[in-house]
Antibody, heavy 118, light 113 residues
């Protein structure tokens, strides 16, 4: 049974870079079964897919976020990470890491609340 | 890429059935059989309840079913129970020339009366 856990700062200043890490346990991210993704939910709003990575390094990003998003994987630590640059208050959200198979998210982390504020 | 369209709210009494729609385009919902549905209770992680239009993960009750016609996917919850009250989201896989991505619907709040 895969388990995912997000970690990172809960407060980020405007214009800075939001960085979160997802640690995977119960299985390896070196897997042909899953991509590894990030989804967020701003307060009072719906879910938004951010992007996904395959262990080999192949990445896909939401087109409107592509210029600010980088997702990377560290297979030695069984982790993958999200970097979102030039953040504004609109990036305040609960951020979830999730397994991804063409939108099928079988396993989710519990979420990490990130607030963008000075 | 626009979000998929879901009704903001739906409701039904215990024991009744309710259907939630998810409308996209031929580039997303209509173009692929990769539509998933999630149940989201506040304060918890979303839970996958339907994938690939009409498949249920192990452990999801048969009361939850999915279907698709053209550019619209649907989630039906039969025999409504109090614990079904939650937000429900659909999503669809999209492949285009610059890469793949996933688009979510805006979510539907299901109230069990």
């Amino acid at each position: 049974q895969l388990q995912l856990q997000e970690s990172g700062p809960g407060l980020v200043k405007p214009s800075e870079t939001l960085s979160l890490t997802c640690t995977v346990s119960g299985g390896s991210i070196i897997s042909n079964d899953y991509y590894w993704g990030w989804v967020r939910q701003p307060p009072g709003k719906g879910l938004e897919w951010i992007g996904t990575i395959f262990y080999s390094g192949i990445t896909y990003y939401k087109p409107s976020l592509k210029s600010r998003v980088t997702i990377s994987a560290d297979t030695s630590k069984n982790q993958f990470s999200l970097n979102l640059s030039s953040v504004t208050a609109a990036d305040t959200a609960m951020y979830y890491c999730v397994t991804d198979r063409r939108g099928r998210g079988d396993y989710w982390g519990q979420g990490a609340l990130v607030t963008v504020s000075s | 890429q626009s979000a998929l369209t879901q009704p903001p709210s739906a409701s039904g009494s215990p024991g009744q059935s309710v259907t939630i729609s998810c409308t996209g385009t031929s580039s997303d919902v209509g173009g692929y059989n990769y539509v998933s549905w999630y149940q989201h209770h506040p304060g918890k992680a979303p839970k996958l309840i339907i994938y690939e239009v009409d498949k249920r993960p192990s452990g999801v009750p048969a009361r939850f079913s999915g279907s698709k016609s053209g550019n619209t996917a649907s989630l039906t919850v039969s025999g409504l129970q109090a614990e079904d009250e939650a937000d429900y989201y659909c999503n669809s896989f999209v492949a285009y020339f610059a890469g793949n991505f996933v688009v979510f619907g805006g979510g539907t709040k299901l109230t069990v009366l």
